[in-house]
């Protein structure tokens, strides 16, 4: 079996295939061996489950992955890595790959084609950094019929996706993945243990996807409040959310009154269910 987090193989791994990073895609490979291990771990993977993996690299988490569950089917944007994926997992024999654009493949066709006689399915990645938001986006709002979704990402994106509702480090994304899922920063993995090292340093978070929302909104509603409201992040969010999303300031002055919070209240200081309430009352008032 190779050993893909053995410096020496991976670099003899790259010259046989001719292969060079691509900074554009966000090729950041990982060397430290006692990293994927760990994320799998985290993945909390059971023997009958199913696993989706985006952007796997040579394959150094996916041989992990592939160890602990039923299936594991990758996707990857480069058109080099096939051949050599083919070459890097050759001993296992539950890995697909697809060579296709995560942001804009069918997930939940592919979750339905290859994971219909698995128990769980769990989506466990380090990820391109480039498009960390959208992804994620995409992987909540697609509302992918997944447990979890276990990923490395940026610290300061981890930071940002696990912050807590309310508090000054949170932004609409936090809400966002609030409102799908519960998120929880597992771990930090400096910027030593990749090739070629990034600028910054990197976190795994986990985010258990919820049944069901925890506050009743509009879906379509909330969320455009939500991005007007923390659009600016200076202006109180009467302002914001009238500017946003064009209501006169005197109803959405009038919504957060009814709702019980200051006139001058910033869109980072509302929790949650005060985030609900002013949804349900600024629709009602137009
Ligand atoms: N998981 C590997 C590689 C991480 S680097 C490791 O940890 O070593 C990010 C990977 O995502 C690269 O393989 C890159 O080619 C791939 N990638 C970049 N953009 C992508 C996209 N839009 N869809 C799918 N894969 C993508």
Do not use: W
Request: glycine share 6%; hydrophobic share 45%.
């Amino acid at each position: 079996m190779h050993n893909l987090s053995d410096i020496k193989e991976i670099k003899y791994i790259l010259e046989k295939f001719g292969f060079s990073f691509s900074k554009s895609l966000g090729q950041n490979f990982i060397v430290n061996p006692g990293i994927c291990p760990k994320i799998a771990e985290s993945a909390e993977i059971g023997e009958r489950d199913g696993v989706l993996e985006i952007g796997p690299g040579i394959g150094v988490l996916t041989s992990e992955l592939a160890k602990k569950a039923a299936k594991v089917v990758a996707i990857e944007l480069d058109k080099r890595l096939p051949e050599i994926l083919k070459y890097t997992l050759e001993d296992f024999n539950n890995v697909k790959i697809i060579g296709a654009d995560a942001l804009k493949i069918d997930l939940r066709a592919v979750i339905d084609e290859n994971f219909s006689d698995c128990e769980d399915v769990h989506i466990c990645a380090n990820i391109p950094y480039y498009i960390t938001s959208p992804l994620i986006m995409k992987l909540l709002e697609d509302k992918l019929p997944v447990k979890d979704i276990t990923v490395m990402v940026q610290k300061e994106a981890a930071d940002r996706l696990c912050a807590e509702v309310g508090t000054r480090a949170s932004g609409a994304i936090t809400v966002a993945v609030n409102y799908f899922a519960v998120a929880q920063k597992l771990f930090t993995v400096s910027r030593g243990s990749f090739m070629p090292s990034p600028k910054v340093d990197s976190a795994v978070i986990k985010l258990t996807v919820r049944d069901n929302p925890d506050i009743a909104v509009d879906e379509e509603f909330f969320f455009k409040m939500v991005k007007a409201a923390f659009s600016k992040r200076r202006k109180t969010a009467v302002n914001a959310i009238s500017t946003g999303m064009n209501i006169p300031k005197e109803q959405v002055a009038s919504a957060l009154e009814e709702s019980g919070l200051e006139c001058n209240v910033r869109a980072e200081t509302m929790n949650m269910n005060e985030l609900a309430a002013l949804c349900g009352n600024l629709q009602r008032l137009l």
